[in-house]
């Protein structure tokens, strides 16, 4: 997703899911998996983390529909996270942060593709 003011968001996703490497294995992790081990409280914050990546993509014009499908993701990975050990286990493997970051980057695409064409049509 780099591009200039959007790489905020996907440095956020990135520190969330995949931000380490189990030594080695390729299999990556981030702070959604770490914080979520303390019971309670763990997925509340991530969860909350994984707003912010929400809250940037209604600023930066995000469908209603594509902002409900990355809150639909951050609330399984979090509802789910939250069930001990088998949550533990779903954190490492869903990545809803990455998965938001990318939704987000190909509506902006797609996006961004339709004004250059619409500008290229004037």
Avoid: C, Y
Avoid at 7 to 16: E, G
Avoid at 47 to 68: N, P, T, Y
Avoid at 85 to 112: P, S
């Amino acid at each position: 997703m780099p591009t200039g003011k959007r790489d905020d968001i996907d440095r956020m996703a990135r520190l969330l899911d995949t931000q380490f490497r189990l030594p080695g294995t390729k299999m990556r992790f981030g702070l959604d998996f770490l914080v979520g081990l303390v019971p309670g409280v763990g997925d509340a914050v991530t969860g909350g983390l994984g707003l912010w990546i929400v809250h940037r993509a209604r600023q930066e014009g995000a469908s209603v529909f594509l902002l409900f499908r990355m809150i639909w993701n951050l609330l399984v990975d979090t509802v789910l996270g939250a069930i001990p050990l088998v949550g533990d286990i779903f954190d490492f493997a869903f990545k809803a942060n990455r998965k938001n970051a990318a939704m987000l980057q190909r509506h902006l695409d797609k996006h961004e593709a339709k004004m250059a064409k619409a500008a290229q049509d004037a």
